[in-house]
């Protein structure tokens, strides 16, 4: 089927997977096991086929099966709108990171043009009510399923950010130095923002069009002061604030300090203030949103990685959102403690059952 | 071990060499062994000569083997243009192409806060100095595509605005190059700077 799925995964010596593999035909998984059998750290591994840390944010060495510790591979064969592509990732002990496409050595960020994936992993529960660091990065992931360079935007301010707010700790007054690195900072800065309202303004326009069983929110970006999003307004606003950032011995505007601000439009109330479950369920809302959108716009609806997200959802909600999944013909790959969380699929998912023994996750595709 | 402890020193401090690795540096050594009067002996009084001779162009930061390097002296190679490189092998690659008939200022590295790389580390001060001194009229920053090439860049031309006129090397599709195997920075680049036929 045409699409954007992983048709074949294979993990040797991934987190509690010593050898694994999963042949997939594009349905959405269903993937069920006790507590600690290594569900998602499946999923895990497919998060990795997006630019980045993972879903988990972890670093590569952590990743290696233990205690043996020798490194690990994820090969994927990812069917990309007609087109097939080999993708391996390998982590030697001690090594970083290295990326094959067909079989070629790639740059991390190219991934982002070749796969969209999205998530929502428990940990994200408390998005709406912790600091702004998760909702930021919720917020640049989403505009990175859109616009794959707003990571490399991302690299390059965040680079010269740092270089400055080294000068700054140094107290160095160099004007032509900071005048240089506040250059690329407006440039690439002018570059996310804009990258952040127009993903949101996707986003917003799908849960407007949709009819969906999870409730809209009305999306923005707010920050602490008033940051100028136009490059040249930014080089100005950084160049007029060194006293003051020198004094704090950091940057204090930028895209740096954005904050993603969501209101349950129905009840217009601000998320933080949501009960959990309508937290839980504005999140799910904005996932199914920005994959809508993406299919709109790349003729193929994204990766989804559902961890647990069954779990807080009563009967009637899991099974809208299995329609709404699959309504969308995407590969969800989901993760519950049973096989009855999932009855409502039927047969328009695949299932895979995960146990665990002596400290090794095993498959057992049903 | 199997070879004897001076042959094998000999390995190890070739196998730290850039694009050598242990094996190639055992058959670099092995090679050379078997060629010992023909090719290991005119090597090692050759790298001994260059130990001795090899220095810093003063002016240029190129390196040579006298205080002015070869392009530094070279009176028709004095046109009132400065290529501003990062590195030696940056200013050696410009020269192999034998297109460019100034002369060169190697910066040494580019601006990073991080590394403790300021300006001074960079010999930015003496190629301020060198304007005036051999009457530049035109800088080329040929600096890399980086944050801090570009970053080393916007200072030097913050530095000699109005003194000179500043220009850098152009980006987009190499020769020889297909469209298809660039990445969209490049291909946006080289549509920004396209120029009528």
Partial sequence: MPGLYLSHLALSHFRSHRRAEVAADGRPIAIFGPNGAGKTNLLEAVSLFSPGRGMRRAAVQEMSRKPEALGWKVVGVLQSLGHAHEIEMRCEAGGARELRVDGKSAPQLALGRLARVIWLTPAMDRLWTEGADGRRRFLDRIALSFFPEHGEAALAYEKAMRERNRLLKEDLRDPAWYAALESQMARAGAAIAAGRRAALDRVEAAQAAAETAFPAAELGVRYPEEMPEVEEALATGLAEGRRRDLAAGRTLIGPHRADLAATYAEKGMPAAECSTGEQKALLISLVLANARALAGEIGAAPILLLDEVAAHLDAGRRAALYDEVCALGAQAWMTGTGPDLFEALGDRAQRIEVTEAGGESHLRPL | ?197
Wanted: charged share 25%.
């Fill in chain 2, 1 to 197: 071990m199997t070879q004897p402890s001076e042959i094998e020193r000999l390995i190890e401090m070739m196998a730290k060499l850039p694009g050598l690795g242990p094996r190639s540096a055992r058959r670099a050594v092995l090679h050379l062994v078997a060629r010992r009067d023909a090719q290991l002996a005119p090597l090692a009084r050759q790298m001994q000569l260059v130990a001795d001779t090899a220095r810093e162009c003063t002016n240029c930061g190129n390196i040579g083997t006298a205080d002015l390097c070869p392009i530094c002296t070279d009176p028709r190679r004095a046109n009132g243009q400065i290529c501003v490189v990062e590195t030696v092998a940056d200013l050696w690659a410009m020269e192999r192409a034998s297109v460019f008939s100034g002369r060169y200022h190697v910066l040494g590295g580019t601006l990073s806060a991080l590394d403790a790389i300021g300006p001074e580390e960079l010999r930015i001060p003496q190629l301020v100095a060198r304007i005036d001194e051999e009457a530049v009229r035109e800088v080329i920053l040929a600096l890399p595509a980086t944050v801090d090439g570009q970053t080393t860049a916007h200072y030097i031309a913050d530095r000699l605005e109005e003194r000179v006129a500043l220009t850098s090397l152009a980006q987009g599709v190499p020769i020889g190059g297909e469209l298809d195997f660039l990445d969209d920075g490049t291909i946006t680049a080289a549509l920004n700077a396209r120029k009528p036929l």
